[in-house]
């Protein structure tokens, strides 16, 4: 069976000459309250072509009486053509920048001066967008937290949800390769024997084994200590590298035990290899990661 992604949910949008707008069509919903009660679809717009990490960021909101004046550009937003708000992260004092000068924003998609200018269609079947906004404004209700927090907002985010999709869905990923490294290997005959009596399949099925178990337990140790409200960045740091290397490995030995029947489509094993190599790269690069966790480690170290 296939384990795609369901089809992206049908979208309301009308073209310019530059990239599509969302429909006016939606109903009107710019206060707190309402944001509260709607059904709503977010898409978490922080990823820039020119910045990262969030600090370098140059969306600007400039507070103009009760609103934010918003100008900028987002790159590989998630959902956008379908969403309808986007959760912004924008400068709101040039000088503080992460020391309080970020600040989340909710800002409804179908305000005057947002645009979806472009997709960019990706290896692993999605198409996030590139969203320009100019002089859009956005009511003060509409700030996430408190004006300047969007900086430790988007940290504690960014660090749940590599838990979650770069932790535990690349060990959910790896657990059902091995399960299919092992039966293909218990099924398929070679020169006489099935493949799970040689010593190289033996080896790439502990080995992933092995992998698996201790970054699962990693995972589950994190999640716990997210549950017990302990700080957990760095934490989550080794997570995320140790998971999305640790599956990557996994499916690929899964592949090369099923020979060309693993690069076929009738398989998932192809479909995740192109998952999971996305998540060494989104969430923040596995090398940045590693530098970030070497210089609080040194730091940290006496
Ligand atoms: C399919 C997809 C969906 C996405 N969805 C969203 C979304 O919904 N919202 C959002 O805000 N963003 C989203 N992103 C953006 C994503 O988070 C970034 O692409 C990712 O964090 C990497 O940033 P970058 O592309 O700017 O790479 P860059 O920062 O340009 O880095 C390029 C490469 O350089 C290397 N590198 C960079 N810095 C260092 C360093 N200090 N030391 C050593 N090596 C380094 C790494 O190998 C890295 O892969 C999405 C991206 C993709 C591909």
């Not at 959760?87 to 040039?94: F, H, K, S």
């Not at 009596?197 to 994190?222: K, W």
């Not at 716990?224 to 409200?229: A, N």
């Amino acid at each position: 069976m296939r384990h795609r992604l369901p089809p992206p949910r049908a979208t309301a949008i009308s073209a310019s000459s530059r990239g599509v707008r969302p429909s006016a069509s939606r109903p009107a919903a710019s206060t707190r309250s309402s944001i509260k009660r709607l059904p709503l679809v977010t898409c978490r717009s922080r990823s820039e072509p020119s910045a990262w990490p969030l600090a370098n960021m140059r969306t600007r909101a400039v507070q103009d009486g009760g609103s934010f004046i918003i100008n900028g550009t987002k790159r590989f937003i998630t959902a956008a053509g379908r969403a309808d708000y986007a959760q912004l992260m924008a400068v709101t004092d040039p000088e503080k920048r992460a020391r309080g000068g970020i600040t989340c924003l909710a800002v409804d998609l179908k305000s005057p001066g947002v645009l979806l200018e472009r997709q960019w269609p990706a290896m692993m079947g999605e198409a996030p967008w590139q969203l320009v906004f100019e002089n859009v404004r956005v009511p003060a209700a509409n700030v996430i937290g408190v004006v300047g927090a969007g900086f430790s907002l988007a940290q504690k985010w960014i660090g749940e949800g590599r838990i979650r999709g770069h932790g535990a869905r690349p060990v959910g990923i790896a657990r059902r390769a091995l399960d299919m490294m092992i039966d293909y290997g218990k099924a398929r005959v070679t020169f006489g024997r099935p493949l799970a009596d040689r010593q190289a399949i033996q080896f790439m099925i502990a080995d992933s084994a092995m992998e698996l178990h201790g970054v699962r337990n990693m995972v589950y140790e994190c999640a716990w200590r997210v549950d017990r409200g302990e700080d957990v960045r760095d934490l989550s740091y080794m997570v995320k590298v140790m998971a999305t290397e640790m599956a990557s490995r996994v499916v690929d030995r899964a592949i090369q035990v099923h020979g060309g029947l693993g690069l076929m489509k009738e398989l998932p094993l192809e479909w995740w290899y192109r998952q999971i190599r996305s998540t060494r790269i989104t969430e923040g690069a596995n090398e940045v990661l590693r530098w970030r966790l070497g210089q609080n480690i040194i730091r940290a170290h006496r």
